[in-house]
Each structure stands twice: as structure tokens, then as C-alpha cells.
């Protein structure tokens, strides 16, 4: 069965960045799967980030992220990215890589059946 497993969080400074990675095992994502990022900020709901096709096309992306934040994926690696630049405060969350079986990704959690258990992402001065 499909597993993930999220890295690349940590603690940084405003006005950087980071790259998260979210590795998949026991079968393969590309043609698969499509995959989206969330985040969880303490207190507050899940909110989806960016999401790509099983294809490795047709991202999409929130608002909130848009023009900062670059979602890829790695055939070879059987691995999703999530490139995040300009960190602020409002970025401070555990995010969440996830899968559904499909082609097209969307950005609310319905339909996502496998989910990493997240990485910490803290950004603080």
C-alpha cells in the first residue's frame, strides 16, 4: 500500500526558504497518483497549499502561497516537492503531503485517502 513520508521542515528565519520532500513507498505516484500539500497552524483547520497531477502537471495553488511556493515531483525519486520561498510567520504549520487515486488534484482534503504524518515548519525571527 501507498506510504509517505514528509522531511525538510525546521526552524528558519523570515524571508527564507525551504524544500520540502515527500517520499513515496510501496507504489509508484507518477500516472498514479496526484498529490497535494497541506498545512495545519495550531488552533486553526487543515488548509490545502498546492497540489499537482499524476501527470506532473496542472498545479494548483492557494492564494495565500501563490507566486512563493512551487510544487514538482520527481519520477525517478518517486518523490513530490514543495519549494517554498519568502517564508513569512503565516507560514509557521505542519505540512502535510497526500495522495488520492487520480489524475487531478484539488485542494480540499475529500478524496485523499494516504497522508504523511507531517513535518514541522517554524518561521521566526
Known amino acids: 500500500q501507498l506510504q509517505l513520508v514528509e522531511s525538510g521542515g525546521g526552524l528558519v528565519q523570515p524571508g527564507t526558504s525551504l524544500r520540502l520532500s515527500c517520499v513515496a513507498s510501496?507504489?509508484?505516484?507518477?500516472?498514479?497518483?496526484?498529490v497535494a500539500w497541506f498545512r495545519q497552524a495550531p488552533g486553526k483547520e487543515r488548509e490545502g497549499v498546492a497540489c499537482?497531477?499524476?501527470?506532473?502537471?496542472?498545479?494548483k495553488w492557494a492564494d495565500s502561497v501563490k507566486g512563493r511556493f512551487t510544487i514538482s515531483r520527481d519520477k525517478a525519486k518517486n518523490t513530490v516537492y514543495l519549494q517554498m520561498d519568502s517564508l513569512g510567520s503565516e507560514d509557521t504549520a505542519t505540512y502535510f503531503c497526500?495522495?488520492?487515486?487520480?489524475?487531478?488534484?484539488?485542494?480540499?482534503?475529500?478524496?485523499?485517502?494516504?497522508w504523511g504524518t507531517g513535518t514541522p515548519v517554524t518561521v521566526s525571527s
Open positions: 499537482i497531477a499524476s501527470s506532473g502537471g496542472a498545479p
Open positions: 510501496g507504489s509508484t505516484l507518477d500516472y498514479n497518483y496526484s
Open positions: 497526500a495522495a488520492r487515486d487520480g489524475t487531478s488534484c484539488h485542494l480540499i482534503p475529500i478524496g485523499y485517502n494516504f
